[in-house]
């Protein structure tokens, strides 16, 4: 098994535990199904679009689950009989689950099935509290933010 060594790592950080762990278990689960096949692409700074190659799921056939840090993607099969007698059975026709972990503050803003391809969008929403902020030293005024001309006359 190839593993990754996250041990030093964990001696000199401090709250990274659930990324080391993640790493982990990706590495473990490696080798694991690769159906159906997707693709994870970044739209823009805080959008994101992972595609499913889902040909003969209806969207009745699909489950999706958005969970804390957790997106997992389930279709069910269908027992369709074929009016025929199959001589070869080439098209998966089976039951999947995928799981994706997402970051914080990552959630689903939309789902769509068109043309066999299940697409989800994802946005990361940092609240407020958690952004950036000018911290004070020693009681001094908090700095504001300043206007440019160009606000003042829109404004007016």
Same mark, same amino acid.
């Given at each position: 098994?190839?593993?990754?060594d996250?041990?030093?790592y964990?001696r @000199?950080? %401090?709250? !990274?535990d659930?990324? !080391?762990?993640?790493?982990?278990?990706? *590495?473990? #689960? $490696?080798?694991?199904?690769?159906?159906?096949? !997707?693709?994870?692409?970044?739209?823009?700074?805080d959008?994101?679009?992972?595609?499913?190659?889902?040909? +003969?799921?209806?969207?009745?056939?699909?489950?999706?689950? $958005?969970?804390? #840090?957790?997106? %997992?993607?389930? +279709?069910?099969?269908?027992?369709d009989?074929? /009016?025929?007698?199959?001589?070869?059975?080439?098209?998966? #026709?089976?039951?999947?689950?995928?799981? !994706?972990?997402l970051a914080?503050?990552?959630?689903? /803003? #939309? *789902?769509?099935?068109?043309d066999?391809?299940?697409?989800?969008?994802?946005?990361?929403?940092?609240?407020?509290?958690? =952004?950036? =902020?000018k911290? @004070?030293?020693?009681?001094? =005024?908090?700095? /504001?933010?300043? =206007?440019?001309?160009?606000?003042?006359?829109?404004? *007016?």
């Open positions: 098994m190839n593993r990754f996250t041990t030093p964990r @000199s950080t %401090v709250g !990274f659930r990324l !080391f762990d993640l790493m982990e278990r990706q *590495a473990r #689960n $490696a080798g694991g199904d690769n159906y159906p096949p !997707f693709n994870i692409e970044r739209r823009d700074e959008e994101y679009r992972i595609t499913l190659a889902v040909a +003969g799921f209806r969207a009745e056939d699909l489950d999706i689950t $958005a969970q804390q #840090n957790l997106l %997992v993607i389930q +279709g069910r099969k269908r027992d009989q074929p /009016e025929g007698e199959m001589l070869h059975v080439g098209i998966a #026709n089976r039951g999947f689950e995928r799981r !994706f972990d914080d503050y990552v959630r689903v /803003e #939309n *789902a769509d099935l068109k066999g391809m299940l697409i989800i969008d994802l946005v990361r929403e940092v609240p407020d509290a958690m =952004k950036p =902020k911290i @004070s030293i020693g009681g001094q =005024k908090t700095l /504001e933010i300043v =206007k440019d001309q160009d606000d003042d006359t829109a404004a *007016a």
